[in-house]
C-alpha cells in the first residue's frame, strides 16, 4: 500500500472514533412505506418529507483533513470587524464588502461575484418554534433554520444563478476554465450555539440520494436537491464556532472530477449542550470565476 493510501486509511480510522451527538434532521421520503416520522418544511410542502435522528460528529480533531474539492467544505480562520453589528442590512453589507476580495485571494480567482441577495442573516433569538419564518423587505434576516438537509443549487442551477446574477449587476457574462458557487457560513452569537450548521461528507453522497426538487422565493425559482436518508452518510460539524472562523462549502463546481456539492442542515443541539446560546448566523454566496 503507498504513503498517501495508508494517509488515507488513517485518517478514516480517525474519524470512525470521532466524539459525536445526535440531531434531527428532515430528508426526502425514499419510498411509501418509510416508516420514519413525516415532517412539513415551510416552502417545501410539495416534497413529502421524514424525519430521523443522526449522528454528527465532531470535525475539529481532523480538522485539517477536509477540502473544498473532496468533501465538500472545510473550516478557515477568518477576522471580521463587525461581529456585534446589529443592523442585518448593514451586517450584510459590511460582509461583502470584506468577503469578495478574501475570497478572490482565497482561491486566486480571476473573478468573485457575490449574489445580492443571497446574505442571510439568521437570528433564532431563543425562540420556542425556530423554524417560524419571518422575512425583511429584502431577503438578508430571517429566523428560520433549515433543518432539512439540502443543496442549494442543482447542477443546472448552479451556471443558470450565475449568469442571472451577472445580469442582474449588469456585469458581462464571461466564459471560464471552472465556475463555483461557494457559500460561506459563520456564527456571530457565543457559542456554544444552540442550532450549529452540519455538513456531509460529500464522498458518502451517491446520485441515488438526490431528490430534485425547486425553490420558489424572491421571484426566483431554481432546481435544487433534497436529500434522502442513507444510513452511509457521514454528517461533520464544528463545535463552538467563534465569529473569527467561519465554514465555506461548495454549492456547484463545473470540473468534473471534483466534488461538486455539500449537502447541510442545521440541528437542535441544545440535547448534548442544554444551556447553549440562541444562534445568531451569516451566510454568503458567491459565484467564483477562474480564468
Keep these: ?54 449522528p454528527i460528529h465532531d470535525a475539529r480533531p481532523v480538522v485539517s483533513g477536509f477540502t473544498l474539492d473532496r468533501e465538500g467544505f472545510n ?19 459590511k460582509y461583502l464588502a470584506e468577503m469578495v476580495p478574501f475570497i478572490k485571494d482565497y482561491f486566486k480567482a480571476a473573478q468573485v461575484v457575490p ?17 417560524k419564518e419571518q422575512y425583511a423587505s429584502k431577503p438578508v434576516s430571517q429566523t428560520r433554520v433549515a433543518g432539512f438537509a439540502h443543496i442549494d443549487y442543482s447542477s443546472v442551477a448552479g451556471p443558470m444563478l450565475a449568469a442571472y446574477e451577472n445580469q442582474n449587476q449588469g456585469l458581462p457574462i464571461q466564459a471560464y476554465s471552472r465556475l463555483m458557487v461557494i457559500q460561506a457560513w459563520r456564527a456571530v452569537s457565543p457559542p456554544p450555539q444552540d442550532f450549529p450548521l452540519a455538513f ?43 465569529s473569527d472562523e467561519f465554514v465555506l462549502f461548495k454549492g456547484y463546481d463545473s470540473l468534473d472530477e471534483c466534488n461538486p456539492r455539500c449537502a447541510h442542515a442545521a440541528f437542535d443541539n441544545r440535547r448534548a449542550t442544554p444551556h447553549a446560546h440562541p444562534r445568531r448566523s451569516i451566510e454568503a454566496r458567491f459565484s467564483v470565476y477562474f480564468d
Design 75 to 93: 473550516l478557515v480562520k477568518h477576522k471580521i470587524s463587525f461581529a456585534d453589528e446589529p443592523d442585518p442590512t448593514v451586517m450584510a453589507d
Design 1 to 54: 500500500m503507498g504513503i498517501a493510501a495508508q494517509m488515507a486509511t488513517a485518517a478514516r480510522m480517525q474519524r470512525n472514533h470521532l466524539d459525536c451527538v445526535q440531531g434531527e434532521m428532515a430528508f426526502a421520503r425514499r419510498s411509501p412505506d418509510e416508516t420514519a416520522p413525516e415532517f412539513v418544511v415551510k416552502g417545501y410542502d410539495h416534497v413529502p418529507m421524514v424525519k430521523y435522528d443522526v
Design 115 to 131: 449574489r445580492r441577495d443571497g446574505v442571510i442573516v439568521r437570528s433564532v433569538s431563543g425562540s420556542a418554534d425556530p423554524t
Design 200 to 242: 456531509c461528507d460529500g464522498t458518502s453522497i451517491k446520485d441515488t440520494d438526490l431528490y430534485e426538487s425547486y425553490y420558489d422565493r424572491y421571484e426566483l425559482k431554481h432546481k435544487t436537491w433534497i436529500l434522502q436518508r442513507n444510513p452511509s452518510h457521514r454528517w461533520y460539524y464544528f463545535p463552538d464556532m467563534t
